[in-house]
């Protein structure tokens, strides 16, 4: 923004989320003053309070009054995909006809204002992998900027504004907005038919990640992906299975139930052993990426290798929470069948190694699984089946709709059946809701069980409930049976 168009104050309508929050936390950071609103509990808000940002605890079109009064009309307004056309905030700000902004317009206009910039896109391991890229970069002097969608264990925060003219952002294609955005260099991990509510097909979500190519400098692309390598020309490739063909190689020479150890090619030509500390594959591919792009950052190849092991994955990804009676709790934030196939077995890898970076070794997987939307579950209810048919035990939550109407069949009763279909000896419980699933747990897990938790949803709510801690308000009200 130019000067004389800077707003006196930025409002965010859903500040809480994970995009607006980190978006709020940065603009904050460059001298903007910040407001929000939030009907939702969430974790965001209180790094948000800490910086002095009013919120509301309401959506009412009083709240945009009382601001236009305090900042003499001089008002931003910011709403992502998720606030619907009858928010009363938003009803009331096109009333007083104030500037009003998608929260990819003001990411895109961050990523203009900085000389260098990396988005990465995918269908899957964008958090992990932008989360890799700034640790890294941040670990070897380069100060980046990053704006992430998780919680980044380096800066224990899911935004960071460093000091230099190098900013990391993550391209969110759910709703096609990451068109908007023209970075230095764009990664793409992969592509996958996801996001169903806005993508009929595969070729409509191709077609948009080829028009952000467009936009973009440079590219880094996955060779390991088909969808990529049949329509996307990048500038770059990095692959975990293929080395002469490509730019950045990891390929892995021993996959271990803590860490996968791996020869490390440039353009062929090998340079060194390094040590991912983590053992899913998935992962590998991950952090490949982020090697490969703090590469042709300039950063050199031995500071990049000294600090590999300093590396943690966002919150939500295959998270250690704790022990319980004996039992290891992990959270992870899988809601489509490749993620949910690519957790179960890294966790499967780590019960068969016996090496683990856990407390004890476990023998048996537990799965407790919540579908995220009705859309994405009708999409994929035969890969749902296929991705969850062979664990020890597991438990199926209702469907997080996030704001979506029931659609008949696109439930967890659905999910078990084509389960049965494939594996009439698979056993399966049905929670009626958070307290059920924990009531099952309780009653049928064993010690040295991996206890599993997966979705995008509020499912994570069950290690507070297993400990005792005080449920969030919004647990039960966005919670219903399928």
Request: charged share 25%.
């Amino acid at each position: 923004m130019t000067k004389p168009e800077q707003p006196s104050l930025i409002h965010f309508i859903g500040i809480g989320g994970i995009g607006m929050s980190a978006l709020a936390l940065v603009m904050n950071d460059h001298g903007f003053k910040i407001s929000g609103s939030d009907q939702k509990f969430s974790t965001k808000l209180k790094a948000l309070h800490a910086k002095n940002i009013k919120i509301f605890s309401s959506q009412t079109g009083e709240n945009i009054k009382s601001l236009l009064k305090e900042n003499n009309q001089n008002l931003l307004i910011v709403i992502s995909s998720a606030i619907k056309a009858n928010n009363e905030e938003l009803i009331e700000a096109r009333k007083s006809n104030l500037k009003i902004l998608h929260r990819a317009d003001l990411l895109a206009d961050l990523i203009k204002n900085h000389k260098n910039s990396i988005a990465v896109a995918g269908s899957h391991g964008k958090t992990t992998t932008s989360t890799f890229l700034s640790t890294l970069l941040s670990l070897t002097g380069k100060d980046p900027t990053a704006i992430i969608g998780g919680e980044v264990p380096f800066y224990q925060s899911n935004a960071y504004t460093g000091n230099s003219n190098l900013l990391v952002a993550e391209a969110d294609e759910s709703d096609g907005s990451l068109v908007k955005f023209k970075p230095s260099l764009g990664i793409i991990n992969n592509i996958e038919h996801e996001h169903a509510d806005h993508y009929k097909t595969l070729k409509e979500l191709i077609h948009t990640i080829k028009l952000f190519k467009k936009e973009c400098s440079q590219t880094l692309a996955n060779f390991d992906c088909p969808n990529i390598r049949n329509n996307i020309k990048p500038d770059y490739w990095w692959s975990t299975k293929e080395q002469k063909k490509v730019d950045f190689a990891g390929i892995p020479i021993s996959i271990q139930g803590h860490q996968i150890i791996a020869n490390y090619y440039e353009k062929n030509i090998f340079l060194d052993k390094i040590i991912i500390p983590f053992p899913g594959t998935h992962d590998c591919s991950n952090m490949i990426a982020a090697i490969a792009a703090c590469r042709i950052q300039g950063v050199p190849f031995k500071e990049i290798k000294n600090n590999l092991s300093n590396l943690k994955k966002p919150k939500r990804r295959f998270e250690f929470k704790g022990t319980w009676k004996d039992r290891l709790f992990v959270d992870d934030y899988a809601h489509h069948p490749t993620e949910i196939k690519a957790t179960i077995n890294m966790a499967n890898e780590i019960i068969k190694s016996k090496e683990s970076n856990f407390p004890n070794n476990p023998k048996r997987l537990f799965i407790i699984f919540q579908p995220h939307r009705y859309s994405r579950t009708k999409m994929f209810l035969q890969k749902f089946a296929e991705s969850l048919n062979n664990v020890d035990m597991l438990i199926l939550a209702p469907t997080y709709s996030a704001g979506e109407k029931y659609i008949e069949g696109a439930n967890i009763h659905s999910i078990k059946n084509e389960i049965k279909k494939l594996n009439p000896n698979q056993k399966i419980f049905i929670a009626k809701g958070i307290d059920d699933a924990l009531l099952i747990v309780k009653q049928s897990s064993k010690p040295q069980d991996l206890i599993l938790t997966m979705g995008a949803g509020d499912i994570n709510n069950l290690w507070k409930l297993l400990n005792n801690e005080k449920e969030n308000k919004t647990c039960q009200s966005t919670i219903k049976a399928a």
